[in-house]
């Protein structure tokens, strides 16, 4: 059973940046992405990266200002968020699933392992 651990997470003032990590405890040739919810809302699917890193996805919402990317010499995915707005306050989760079909921002349903999530506040 893969496990993996969200990072990055905190606090920052609108226009700031943070990265968030997540660490699978075993090697993944995964489709991966990643995730926010907030109270009361559906988890929205951000941004996906293909198992080579070739492909990447994004939600229009987040093109321009978020990067995502990773390394599979140590298995860690990764989410840069520049430019950040209070909008994007969230809890951020990293998911994974192996498939050989289209790995773009899949529906959650389809992504099997899960991060336990890591909060992300910005302020105005």
């Known amino acids: 059973q893969v496990q993996l651990v969200e990072s990055g997470g905190g606090s920052v003032q609108a226009g700031g940046s943070l990265r968030l990590s997540c660490a699978a405890s075993a090697y993944m040739h995964y489709c991966r992405g990643w995730f926010r919810q907030t109270p009361g809302k559906e988890r929205e699917g951000v941004a996906a990266?293909?198992?080579?890193?070739?492909?990447?996805y994004y939600i229009d919402s987040v093109k321009g200002r978020f990067t995502i990317s990773q390394d599979n010499a140590t298995n860690t995915l990764y989410l840069q968020m520049n430019s950040l707005k209070p909008e994007d306050t969230a809890m951020y989760y990293c998911?994974?699933?192996?498939?050989?079909?289209?790995?773009?921002?899949?529906?959650?349903?389809?992504?099997?392992?899960w991060g336990q999530g890591t909060q992300v506040t910005v302020s105005s």
């Open positions: 998911a994974a699933v192996s498939r050989s079909g289209s790995c773009g921002i899949l529906p959650q349903y389809l992504y099997r392992y």
């Open positions: 990266i293909t198992p080579d890193g070739g492909s990447t």
